[in-house]
């Protein structure tokens, strides 16, 4: 019994005590992002079809700036799409996690418009 553990233990010890750094990855790059290249684009694609986020749609047009920055001001499109993730609805195409990542990282750097 005693033969069966000392290898397992050498195993782990020589596991643990290798490490490989790979340095700090950062969820968010460093690259400027702005309404018009990061949401824009998905709005069209995943939030403004059918009766959803257009102009003149009664749950607020994301296809302007203006339009979807009233709700981010309210706290009300963190909530739903983040927090209570009931944004986009599971009848709609779902965000990506890429996509995600990236409204999460425009939030995060403060919505800027361009």
């Given at each position: 019994?005693?033969?069966?553990i ?76 983040f ?12 965000l990506?996690?890429d996509?995600l990542?990236?409204?999460?990282c ?9």
């Amino acid at each position: 019994m005693r033969t069966s553990i000392i290898p397992f233990v050498i195993a782990v010890v020589f596991c643990l005590s290798c490490t490989k750094d790979i340095g700090y990855i950062p969820f968010c790059d460093k690259t400027p992002s702005n309404y018009n290249t990061v949401l824009k684009p998905v709005i069209l694609q995943k939030c403004s079809q059918g009766y959803c986020h257009h102009d003149g749609a009664f749950m607020g047009d994301f296809t302007t700036y203006a339009g979807l920055k009233e709700k981010i001001d309210k706290g009300t499109f963190k909530l739903q799409v983040f927090d209570n993730k009931v944004m986009p609805p599971s009848f709609s195409e779902q965000l990506t996690d890429d996509e995600l990542k990236k409204i999460k990282c425009w939030l995060d750097d403060g919505a800027p418009e361009n």
